[in-house]
């Protein structure tokens, strides 16, 4: 059995903290597969009206999280 998961960086309201949590995550449970993509709002989803997060703050987590 594997164990895989999906990772949103830069989800409205996230930390560098929270951040750094996920990555604690991912070293922890070691997954066999980590999906890790950009936040992108969907048009009409409550997500798409909350304020981004700078973009190359965005770039920066999603980079360092592979």
Excluded: N
Excluded at 10 to 32: M, N, Q, R, V
């Amino acid at each position: 059995m594997q164990i895989a998961t999906d990772i949103i960086c830069g989800f409205p309201g996230e930390t560098d903290e929270d951040f750094s949590l996920i990555i604690s995550l991912i070293e922890k449970y070691k997954f066999a597969q980590a999906h890790i993509s950009q936040f992108y709002p969907r048009p009409g989803a409550p997500a798409a009206r909350m304020k981004k997060i700078p973009s190359a703050t965005v770039k920066k987590h999603v980079i360092s999280s592979w």
